[in-house]
């Protein structure tokens, strides 16, 4: 079993910047794509970036420019970090890995983004 724990979220005001980290711990042999997705209230889950084991990332347009998304292999960690933060980045944010055949989630952190 693969368990997925997630930080770093909290209360920012507009423009501000946040670190979010996750870590993945348990039964690993090898951590393979990496990568968070927010909901919103009333929303659907949607994709914010991902990263693979070999480091190419994806990025949702929205967080483009403003969101970088990095790992650290040895540790089973993927992070994000999120600059120049806006209202609409108001979610609950998860993180999911894929470890063999099967993908993985964290619980969720909050991030509030206020105006």
């Known amino acids: 079993q693969v368990q997925l724990v997630e930080s770093g979220g909290g209360l920012v005001q507009a423009g501000g910047s946040l670190r979010l980290s996750c870590a993945a711990s348990g039964s690993i042999f090898r951590v393979n794509a990496m990568g968070w997705y927010r909901q919103a209230p009333g929303k659907q889950r949607e994709l914010v970036a991902t990263i693979t084991r070999g480091g190419s990332t994806n990025y949702a347009d929205s967080v483009k420019g403003r969101f970088t998304i990095s790992r650290d292999n040895a540790k089973n960690t993927v992070y994000l970090q999120m600059n120049s933060l806006k209202p609409e980045d108001t979610a609950v944010y998860y993180c999911?890995?894929?470890?063999?055949?099967?993908?993985?989630w964290g619980q969720g952190t909050q991030v509030t983004v206020s105006s």
């Open positions: 999911t890995a894929n470890v063999f055949i099967s993908d993985y």
